[in-house]
């Protein structure tokens, strides 16, 4: 299993240049937002428990083998996307709003890594998904 270090290093190789780092810090809170609004909004329930809690659980966990840091940022991130959710929800339709915010930034995302020009992380390997909310807090 990689480290925090090693992930940020191979993340980093492809988010070298300025303007794609700046998008990047925009884009990747903004699909983050979107996905953890989707899983909450699934209408599955287990029990007491929403079917995309358990998925949004399931990666709290992974994030806690990074280290407690990493944990608390994206559960510190997970906390203010709940909040923004409602607020948003108050608003208008979230699901519409989810899917607008999510189909931007990544045309933002695609944008960025056609100035960097290289592709992005995850078409090597999918869990790079999973650090470039925590690469945008901390590069």
């Known amino acids: 299993m ?62 806690l083998t990074l280290g407690f840091k990493s944990f608390l940022m994206i559960f510190g991130q997970v906390i203010a996307s709940y909040i923004l959710l409602y607020f948003v929800g108050h608003l208008m339709n979230p699901a519409i709003a989810l899917a607008i915010i999510f189909v931007i930034a990544w045309m933002g995302q695609f944008y960025g890594h056609k100035i960097e020009g290289k592709k992005p992380s995850f078409f090597k390997d999918l869990q790079f998904l999973l650090i470039g909310p925590l690469w945008v807090w901390t590069h």
């Open 2 to 63: 990689k480290t925090l270090d090693q992930w940020y290093a191979e993340y980093s190789e492809s988010h070298q240049n300025p303007t794609n780092r700046k998008i990047h810090k925009i884009c990747v809170p903004a699909i983050f937002f979107s996905v953890v609004g989707f899983l909450i909004l699934i209408p599955l329930h287990l029990g007491p428990i929403r079917f995309g809690e358990l998925i949004i659980a399931v990666a709290l966990g992974w994030y």
